[in-house]
């Protein structure tokens, strides 16, 4: 897909007469207003984007976040974006409906949730890269709060809408051209697919990733995609998908329920370690919202999470607690390669780590079990043997 061929899109979803449309997986392209109105959102979110007539309401903030110190931006975006990214929720949810259960099924993309979470960790990850100029931090926060917002009308092309969308709510921010190219280029480079449709990086062995990366990324955008890759933890659970059906028939969400990354450091042989953890187990203070995912009681009084076929121990019994290994074959099946040269989560994860750690020599992920039950596996990359390792997964796990 050529760069022409991207902005029409662009431009025929954001339209000059500035009444979107929306487009999403077996969505028809259709009217932001009517979308949304099908999808029950309030009508007063719904009169903050579009007006009663079709047209773009976005307001047009005064901010100039680019003044504000990097602890500042979030704090200060919330009050215009958070009602952005409730609209895009709903619109997400409007566009993947789930045929059996008749509901939309997606993790959760709000401002208090995931945009809050990405936003702690891109700026985490430039300290750790040694990149703590204030301007660089600046940057990485506003793509980090605005890099979803075009959800709204398309998920599948909401990384090629951000800097439409940031020119409209935060105006100043275009006044400073070359810092807005690199806020808008990694609200675009965030999203997995740009990888094989632009760069076709599918076809391509890490190796040739990774120099393509050290050519089209900047720090701020290598950190968003990054981070946002590595976004997976219980709390991610939109309110619809505490429910064992949902796991049954979406494998996002269950994975998000059993497998949480807690982080990732740099030690002191200056490896990058991301730890995660596999838990089965709902604690106490977890029932108000986990309480229908509860099957049996498990021990230091918590209890067992509902498991779908694919990870439970005992696949015919529904009472069955998730098994570490077969959440761990789930995980990489969903996230990890299908193939060699595959332009997947994980793969770029590594190639945005390897870019904006450049004195690391290996990435190293690490997944241990809650129970105890299980040693911890660990897969240590480095620059050479990615291709190596994540094919001695795809054979571990039968993922040929």
Same mark, same amino acid.
Request: glycine share 6%.
């Given at each position: 897909?050529? @760069?022409?061929?991207?902005? #029409?899109?662009?431009?025929?979803?954001?339209?000059? !007469?500035?009444?979107?449309?929306?487009?999403?997986?077996?969505?028809?392209?259709?009217?932001?207003?009517?979308?949304?109105?099908?999808?029950?959102?309030?009508?007063?979110?719904?009169?903050?984007? =579009?007006? *009663? !007539?079709? &047209?773009?309401?976005?307001?047009?903030?005064?901010?100039?976040?680019?003044?504000?110190? *990097?602890?500042?931006?979030?704090?200060?975006?919330?009050?215009?974006?958070?009602?952005?990214?409730?609209?895009?929720?709903?619109?997400?949810?409007?566009?993947?409906?789930?045929?059996?259960?008749?509901?939309?099924?997606?993790?959760?993309?709000?401002?208090?949730?995931?945009?809050?979470?990405?936003?702690?960790? =891109?700026?985490?990850?430039?300290?750790?890269?040694?990149?703590?100029?204030?301007?660089?931090?600046?940057?990485? #926060?506003?793509?980090?709060?605005?890099?979803?917002?075009?959800?709204?009308?398309?998920? +599948?092309?909401?990384?090629?809408?951000?800097?439409?969308?940031?020119?409209? @709510?935060?105006? &100043?921010?275009?006044?400073? $051209?070359?810092?807005? &190219?690199? @806020?808008?280029?990694?609200?675009?480079?965030?999203?997995?697919?740009?990888?094989?449709?632009?760069?076709?990086?599918?076809?391509? +062995?890490?190796?040739?990733?990774? #120099?393509?990366? #050290? &050519?089209?990324?900047?720090?701020?955008?290598?950190?968003?995609?990054?981070?946002?890759?590595?976004?997976?933890?219980? /709390?991610?659970?939109?309110?619809?998908?505490?429910?064992?059906?949902?796991?049954?028939?979406?494998?996002?969400?269950?994975?998000?329920?059993?497998?949480?990354? $807690?982080?990732?450091?740099?030690?002191?042989?200056?490896? @990058?370690?991301?730890?995660?953890?596999?838990? *089965?187990?709902?604690?106490? /203070?977890?029932?108000?919202?986990?309480?229908?995912? =509860?099957?049996?009681?498990?021990?230091?009084?918590?209890?067992? %999470?509902?498991?779908? $076929?694919?990870?439970?121990?005992?696949?015919?019994?529904?009472?069955?607690?998730? /098994?570490?290994?077969?959440?761990?074959?789930?995980?990489?099946?969903?996230?990890?390669?299908? %193939?060699?040269? /595959?332009?997947?989560?994980?793969?770029?994860?590594?190639?945005?780590g390897f870019t904006l750690f450049p004195e690391s020599e290996r990435i190293v992920m690490r997944f241990t079990d809650r129970t105890g039950e299980n040693e911890p596996v660990t897969y240590g990359f480095t620059r050479d043997t990615v291709n190596q390792v994540m094919e001695e997964i795809r054979t571990t796990y039968d993922l040929l």
């Amino acid at each position: 897909m050529s @760069i022409v061929e991207t902005a #029409q899109i662009a431009s025929r979803l954001l339209r000059q !007469d500035m009444r979107p449309q929306v487009q999403h997986n077996g969505v028809a392209e259709g009217s932001l207003r009517e979308y949304l109105e099908t999808a029950r959102l309030s009508t007063n979110v719904i009169d903050y984007i =579009v007006s *009663p !007539d079709g &047209k773009l309401n976005i307001p047009s903030s005064s901010l100039d976040l680019y003044l504000f110190p *990097p602890a500042d931006i979030y704090s200060q975006a919330e009050e215009t974006l958070a009602p952005l990214y409730q609209a895009a929720m709903y619109s997400l949810l409007g566009g993947h409906i789930n045929e059996e259960m008749h509901i939309g099924l997606f993790t959760d993309h709000t401002y208090g949730n995931h945009i809050r979470h990405v936003a702690e960790g =891109v700026d985490e990850a430039l300290l750790m890269g040694g990149y703590d100029d204030i301007e660089t931090r600046v940057n990485g #926060q506003i793509a980090a709060i605005l890099h979803d917002i075009p959800n709204v009308l398309s998920r +599948s092309w909401h990384h090629l809408l951000g800097g439409r969308f940031a020119r409209l @709510i935060f105006p &100043k921010l275009a006044e400073d $051209k070359k810092r807005f &190219k690199h @806020i808008r280029d990694a609200m675009k480079l965030h999203h997995e697919p740009i990888y094989e449709e632009m760069y076709h990086l599918d076809t391509q +062995s890490f190796g040739a990733k990774l #120099q393509r990366f #050290q &050519k089209i990324h900047t720090p701020e955008s290598a950190a968003l995609l990054f981070v946002d890759n590595l976004d997976m933890r219980r /709390d991610r659970l939109y309110a619809n998908a505490y429910n064992p059906r949902v796991f049954d028939q979406h494998g996002h969400s269950e994975i998000n329920a059993f497998m949480n990354v $807690k982080g990732f450091e740099r030690d002191d042989s200056g490896d @990058i370690l991301i730890s995660a953890e596999f838990n *089965p187990w709902i604690d106490p /203070d977890e029932l108000e919202t986990c309480d229908p995912l =509860v099957t049996t009681e498990a021990p230091d009084g918590t209890y067992n %999470c509902y498991a779908s $076929k694919r990870v439970r121990k005992n696949p015919e019994d529904p009472e069955s607690p998730a /098994d570490f290994h077969n959440t761990l074959r789930e995980t990489w099946g969903l996230y990890g390669p299908s %193939c060699p040269q /595959d332009a997947d989560r994980m793969t770029l994860m590594l190639a945005a780590g390897f870019t904006l750690f450049p004195e690391s020599e290996r990435i190293v992920m690490r997944f241990t079990d809650r129970t105890g039950e299980n040693e911890p596996v660990t897969y240590g990359f480095t620059r050479d043997t990615v291709n190596q390792v994540m094919e001695e997964i795809r054979t571990t796990y039968d993922l040929l």
